[in-house]
């Protein structure tokens, strides 16, 4: 009974530290989403990692335990964060790269930060350049509309339907299942917003290395 109950304890540990891993990636996500917010378009993230099991953001159980209600608040985290970044314009491609030594840590949790942005995730080999390159070539010779909507500003949902008028050959439409409405900026948003844009835009002219 001790060995089970020492091994169980370190069980818990193991979750718990890697629960913190994935959280410390989701606020360093939010983070990257909120400073480079002034800058409008299409953004793309190629995120190399050993991935992280879905079951650490599980839903508690019946009975909740300190462990499950740990997975709720990254469950709840990672839908923010990844909610955010869709109304950003972000795309986030995965590199599993536990995969390329045949096993490791369980990577589905890539399959969620891909799939809710719409890129994929890279699996399996050794060449994920290749895996990578692929991807982002579907979006190499593109064009990218957008339109003027007239919706609340509060954030919600709102179904999408694009067609073709005329069909032409080796034409391949994509477009997402719908956008996510603005939310209304609070004035130290709007603040943050523009000191933000003067800093991109003093990197992006001052000569020289920085880091």
Do not use: C
Not at 169 to 179: E, F, I, M, S
């Amino acid at each position: 009974e001790a060995l089970s109950d020492a091994a169980q304890v370190e069980k818990n540990d193991i979750e718990t530290r890697r629960r913190d891993h994935v959280m410390a990636m989701a606020e360093s996500l939010a983070a990257l989403g909120e400073y480079l917010r002034p800058i409008e378009g299409r953004k793309y993230l190629n995120l190399f990692s050993e991935g992280f099991s879905s079951t650490l953001a599980a839903r508690p159980t019946q009975s909740p335990t300190e462990a499950n209600l740990g997975g709720t608040s990254l469950l709840s985290k990672l839908e923010d964060v990844l909610g955010a970044l869709r109304r950003q314009g972000w795309v986030i491609n995965a590199a599993n790269l536990a995969s390329t030594r045949g096993g490791g840590l369980n990577g589905d949790g890539l399959f969620i930060l891909a799939d809710k942005t719409g890129g994929v995730v890279v699996e399996g080999g050794n060449d994920l350049a290749q895996g990578l390159g692929q991807a982002l070539r579907r979006s190499a010779h593109s064009y990218l509309l957008t339109v003027q909507v007239d919706v609340p500003p509060d954030g919600s949902y709102h179904p999408l339907e694009v067609r073709l008028r005329k069909p032409a050959r080796n034409t391949r439409l994509v477009h997402r299942g719908g956008y996510f409405a603005p939310k209304a900026a609070t004035a130290t948003q709007q603040k943050k917003s523009a000191e933000h844009l003067a800093d991109a835009a003093r990197l992006a002219s001052e000569a020289g290395d920085r880091n």
